[in-house]
């Protein structure tokens, strides 16, 4: 999996999931479990497809490409709307950024 770049030029960081977060993913949406602290998150059906993406690390903007495209939702909107839900998810220790090696595989950022 490559590093995604910018437009300008720059390496956009890539996140996946902690190794701490559990998932249960349904119809409505996932409830998430965060198992050091033993908390307990719910998200919508999107945020769900959020999630099930960040199994794999992806950056930003593969992850708004793909909500763009499934959900049928003005680019825009889902750049914020993303930037804000990992914001959270970041602050709650759900996700991690990694960083490519320059050969292709990716390690947990500091």
Do not use: W
Not at 24 to 39: K, N, P, S, Y
Not at 55 to 73: G, H, L, Y
């Amino acid at each position: 999996m490559e590093a995604a770049v910018t437009t300008s030029g720059q390496i956009e960081p890539k996140y996946t999931l902690s190794e701490t977060a559990r998932s249960t993913h349904g119809q409505d949406g996932a409830v998430v479990l965060e198992i050091h602290h033993g908390r307990i998150y719910s998200v919508n059906r999107l945020g769900s497809r959020v999630l099930e993406l960040l199994k794999d690390a992806r950056s930003e903007s593969e992850i708004a490409d793909v909500i763009t495209r499934e959900f049928e939702v003005g680019r825009e909107r889902v750049t914020e709307d993303l930037r804000h839900f990992l914001t959270i998810l970041a602050q709650h220790k759900l996700i991690k950024a990694c960083v490519s090696d320059g050969a292709g595989s990716l390690a947990p950022t500091a």
